[in-house]
């Protein structure tokens, strides 16, 4: 009798949870976090490939197919391209409300860099959430509440670092840093677009060897994960040292989620642009 009654409560749990896929890391870590306790999220990208010039296998679309809801932001390519793949109300993008930068008609698609921007994201998970499983409404709302409370307080860390600093500009290789530069106060200036496997234009690093001579800079930033070449001879040329930032936010380290790899950025912007904090 225990037995029967046991097994009906599995079937009946097992026919409340959903399949969730998040296409990518700065979409998973949030999901995860608020609907991980009802229902099981996956990651579509878990390599550390390029998201902004994936290439869907027929795995991903098999993947994406059997996931009750797709959560996307909906600012790459294959993103979009998405729309005319799922049937409609499958594929959630998450953008609404954000502020998009844009180049030409193409939006800058980092927003999770800046944790102001991102709160909105994670606002967007959580209505979505919300919408699409009314009954749970109280645990989503707990669990985002305590998100953002852990969002805020990285923001004023941000905000608190990067106020005194000799240098405001970041020299990066990947041009993935225009949110959090225009959210807090900073500039940048990159050897690639937004796209990052580019060759750069001879021009482009003419121009920013010129910059980090005329203003000083100390250090320049390269992607983890990417090719260092091009870092690596603007530094011989420049006597600047080269630092890493994860703007993908693919795990280091298996532990690693939204706010580690955000610390880790900081504590490399920090040094980079000779930041001080004071109390
Ligand atoms: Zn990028």
Not at 146 to 168: A, F, G, I, W
């Amino acid at each position: 009798m225990l037995k029967t009654f046991l097994s009906l409560l599995l079937a009946l749990s097992l026919a409340f949870s959903s399949k969730l896929v998040a296409t990518t890391y700065p979409v998973y870590y949030p999901l995860k976090y608020i609907a991980g306790g009802l229902h099981s999220v996956d990651l579509l990208i878990k390599s550390q490939a390029d998201p902004h010039e994936y290439e869907l296998t027929p795995k991903d679309m098999k993947k994406l197919a059997d996931a009750n809801l797709v959560f996307s932001l909906g600012l790459e390519n294959w993103e979009k391209y998405l729309l005319t793949e799922l049937p409609r109300g499958k594929l959630v993008f998450l953008n609404q409300g954000i502020g998009l930068i844009k180049y030409g008609n193409f939006p800058d698609p980092h927003v999770w860099l800046s944790p102001k921007r991102y709160m909105l994201v994670v606002k967007n998970i959580n209505s979505t959430l919300i919408n699409f499983d009314p009954a749970y409404r109280s645990h989503y709302e707990d669990k985002y509440n305590s998100y953002v409370q852990k969002l805020k307080e990285l923001d004023r860390e941000y905000e608190n670092t990067l106020k005194n600093c000799q240098h405001r500009i970041i020299v990066t290789t990947h041009r993935a840093w225009d949110y959090l530069a225009k959210d807090y106060n900073l500039k940048t200036i990159s050897l690639m677009g937004v796209h990052a496997e580019e060759e750069p234009k001879p021009s482009q690093i003419k121009l920013i060897i010129q910059t980090i001579r005329h203003e000083g800079i100390k250090y320049i930033f390269a992607e983890i994960g990417q090719d260092e070449k091009v870092a690596n001879f603007i530094a011989s040329q420049t006597g600047a040292k080269v630092l890493f930032l994860n703007s993908s936010l693919f795990p280091q380290e298996p532990s690693d989620d939204y706010f580690s790899i955000m610390e880790r950025n900081l504590r490399s912007l920090k040094e980079g642009l000779q930041c001080h904090s004071r109390k």
